[in-house]
T-cell receptor, first 114, second 113 residues
Framework: ETGVTQSPTHLIKTRGQQVTLRCSSQ?????VSWYQQALGQGPQFIFQ???????GRGNFPPRFSGLQFPNYSSELNVNALELDDSALYLC?????????????FGPGTRLTVL | AQSVTQLGSHVSVSEGALVLLRCNYS??????LFWYVQYPNQGLQLLLK??????LVKGINGFEAEFKKSETSFHLTKPSAHMSDAAEYFC???????????FGAGTRLTVKP
C-alpha cells in the first residue's frame, strides 16, 4: 500500500510568481486536506477536498486554491506569492471526511519565496 | 470553536526518564484529540487518538495519553525516554464543521544521553 506522496520536495520561487504543489493520496482515500506549516509553528488548515469538491476552508486568502481529481489526487495552487508564504506545505489524506477519520500525512513540500 | 494549547515549547529529559508533554483543549462538543510526532524534514505521524472510547489511550512507540474532561487535558506520557524519541510533538483536535484539525504550536523533545 502506497502512502501519501507529495511533489516536489523543495521549491524556490520569487515574490509574485505562482506555484503548484501536488499530492497523491493513499489508496482508497477520497478526502485530501492541505496544511501550511511555518517554521517553528504547528500546521494550519488551508482547505479540504472530498470527492472533488471543496469541503471546508481555513483562514487563507483566495489566492490559495485547490483541485481534486477523479483519482483523488490533489493540487494546491498559490498565486501572487508573498514572502510569508515560505513554509512546509503538508497534504493529508483520509478514508472519508469527518473529524474521526485519521489523516495520513505526506512528507511535505518546502516552499521558499525570495 | 475547537483549539488546543501545548504547554512548553521545549522539553528536555534524560534517556530513561519519564516523558510528559502537556496539552489542554477547548471544545464546545466532545473532542476528538490526536497526538502527532514529526521528525526533522518529515511529515506528521500519528502516535495516538482519543475518540470518546477509553480515557487512557495507548499509542505507538510506548506512548500513551489520558483524557481528563475535568481538567480539559490530554497529556502525552512515556515511562522511559529513548534517544530516538527526540522530535517535535503536536497535539491536535478534530473540528466539528470543517473536518480539519487544529494543531498546537508543538513541543520539541530533546533526549540527553
Amino acid at each position: 500500500e502506497t502512502g501519501v506522496t507529495q511533489s516536489p520536495t523543495h521549491l524556490i520561487k520569487t515574490r509574485g510568481q505562482q506555484v503548484t504543489l501536488r499530492c497523491s493520496s493513499q489508496s482508497g482515500h477520497n478526502t485530501v486536506s492541505w496544511y501550511q506549516q511555518a517554521l517553528g509553528q504547528g500546521p494550519q488548515f488551508i482547505f479540504q477536498y472530498y470527492r472533488e469538491e471543496e469541503n471546508g476552508r481555513g483562514n487563507f486568502p483566495p489566492r490559495f486554491s485547490g483541485l481534486q481529481f477523479p483519482n483523488y489526487s490533489s493540487e494546491l495552487n498559490v498565486n501572487a506569492l508573498e514572502l510569508d508564504d515560505s513554509a512546509l506545505y503538508l497534504c493529508a489524506s483520509s478514508l472519508d471526511r469527518g473529524r474521526y477519520n485519521e489523516q495520513f500525512f505526506g512528507p511535505g513540500t518546502r516552499l521558499t519565496v525570495l | 470553536a475547537q483549539s488546543v494549547t501545548q504547554l512548553g515549547s521545549h522539553v528536555s529529559v534524560s534517556e530513561g526518564a519519564l516523558v510528559l508533554l502537556r496539552c489542554n483543549y477547548s471544545s464546545s462538543v466532545p473532542p476528538y484529540l490526536f497526538w502527532y510526532v514529526q521528525y526533522p524534514n518529515q511529515g506528521l505521524q500519528l502516535l495516538l487518538k482519543y475518540t470518546s472510547a477509553a480515557t487512557l489511550v495507548k499509542g505507538i512507540n510506548g506512548f500513551e495519553a489520558e483524557f481528563k474532561k475535568s481538567e480539559t487535558s490530554f497529556h502525552l506520557t512515556k515511562p522511559s525516554a529513548h534517544m530516538s524519541d527526540a522530535a517535535e510533538y503536536f497535539c491536535a483536535v478534530g473540528t466539528l464543521n470543517n473536518n480539519d484539525m487544529r494543531f498546537g504550536a508543538g513541543t520539541r523533545l530533546t533526549v540527553k544521553p
